[in-house]
């Protein structure tokens, strides 16, 4: 909820600041430059400290930094400074920063807890709840908005993080309670030489925390295998449609289809409860396959993704050609969406790496933030400059092709580290 409020505030943020959509785009965009600084060192710190810890700790710094905004960035202060563009740019960056530990801790979790014939099932419902959180954003925003004006919004979305922490808390089990499940042989370290490359991983679980022990698996290594490739350019370019979407949305059904903001939040809701639905019924279905034995876990990644890939092309083209009605433009959006959301990549990283889920996700999600800084920047200023969204739903189709010949060419379900 933290990331989408802005996108249903900017409407008048953007109206009160006067900031054209070039430099609307820049701040959607900075959220995503401290998620990408945050990747690489929230995996470390999750398979270092576990993800329930790091997450707990992410859910702290979230939450303030987003009640930072209204507080100590859209202030009398910083506009006699004419400091007002800059301090959001900080505040959304750590807002980011903070958010940026959720899914390397996800990972870990799950790698270190879950068996892997149920892994796709367990990130489904995983991605299911943030997509959820985008829809109860949606509902919630506008309303908050109408009532209580853009400032209340950031405000009531910080003080949330306490009854979310107290859940996070209680909920989520100390990994002490359940050995976990997905170590081949818990008490031993193993040594393995991935297929691609010339590195030998050492590393050793701690059944009791889900902690991993240092190992010599390092990210050269990683980016030296073909499998981890794979899941970059798949992350690159579903991330660079996926927060597109997440940031833009509202704003095409209000510029484009000439929809007030509450209509415009509500329009965007579908395809984000699509969205939830498919990701917790792609995991159902792709660990249904494995187990049947019917296709190989590499056959099941690769056709899965294939689908999440050029499925919404055709959709994406629809919108890219124009002249829909609003309830035209919500299917394709919601089409596109839709099958996005039944991709694999993510659940390939626990096939790739077990032991190392969280480094790996840090890694492959560094990629996938910066195309997502890169398709909302370049997003807004296409929008500027030809007053259309056309050629953001050409790009965005073009990657899903790329990313579909990448990926077949070079996705495996096969342990490549130990």
């Not at 507080?71 to 301090?87: E, I, N, Q, R, Y």
């Not at 704003?251 to 699509?274: C, E, H, I, N, Q």
Request: aromatic residues 10%; hydrophobic residues 50%.
């Amino acid at each position: 909820m933290d990331r989408i409020c802005l996108s249903v505030a900017m409407l008048p943020i953007s109206k009160e600041l006067g900031w054209a959509e070039g430099v609307q785009g820049i701040v959607q965009s900075a959220f995503l430059w401290g998620y990408l600084a945050n990747q690489l060192l929230g995996g470390a710190l999750a398979d270092k400290f576990g993800g329930k810890k790091v997450m707990a700790a992410g859910i702290i710094f979230f939450s303030i930094a987003s009640a930072l905004l209204p507080l100590a960035a859209v202030t009398p202060l910083t506009a006699a400074l004419g400091v007002t563009l800059p301090a959001v740019l900080a505040v959304r960056f750590l807002v980011g920063f903070g958010e940026g530990v959720a899914l390397p801790s996800m990972n870990n979790l799950i790698a270190t807890r879950i068996p892997p014939a149920q892994r796709a099932t367990a990130l489904g419902m995983c991605f299911m709840g943030f997509h959820t959180g985008n829809l109860v954003g949606l509902i919630v925003s506008p309303l908050i908005l109408y009532h209580l004006g853009w400032r209340s919004l950031f405000y009531i979305f910080g003080l949330f993080g306490a009854p979310l922490l107290a859940l996070w808390s209680i909920i989520v089990p100390n990994l002490s309670t359940n050995p976990p499940a997905t170590i081949d042989s818990p008490s031993s370290s193993t040594t393995t030489t991935a297929p691609s490359s010339s590195a030998i991983t050492t590393t050793t679980t701690t059944p009791a925390t889900g902690k991993t022990a240092p190992s010599t698996v390092s990210l050269g290594a990683m980016l030296k295998n073909r499998a981890v490739w794979a899941i970059i350019v798949a992350n690159f370019a579903n991330h660079w449609g996926y927060f597109i979407y997440l940031n833009w949305m509202p704003t095409y059904f209000y510029k484009v289809l000439g929809m007030d903001l509450r209509a415009s939040s509500f329009m965007s809701f579908l395809p984000w409860l699509v969205m939830a639905a498919g990701s917790s019924f792609s995991g159902i279905i792709s660990d249904a396959l494995v187990r049947s034995g019917t296709m190989s876990p590499t056959a099941v990644r690769k056709s899965v993704q294939t689908i999440a890939f050029l499925g919404p092309v055709v959709p994406l083209l629809i919108l890219a050609a124009g002249g829909l009605t609003p309830t035209q433009a919500v299917v394709a959006m919601t089409m596109a969406l839709g099958i996005t959301s039944l991709g694999q990549f993510v659940t390939n990283m626990s096939d790739v790496a077990p032991r190392h889920a969280g480094r790996l996700f840090g890694l492959c999600n560094t990629f996938g933030s910066f195309a997502g800084i890169l398709g909302v920047s370049v997003a807004g200023l296409l929008v500027e400059k030809t007053g259309s969204f056309a050629l953001v739903f050409q790009i965005t189709a073009a990657l899903n092709i790329i990313g579909t010949v990448v990926w077949n060419m070079f996705a495996t379900a096969e342990k490549q580290f130990d």
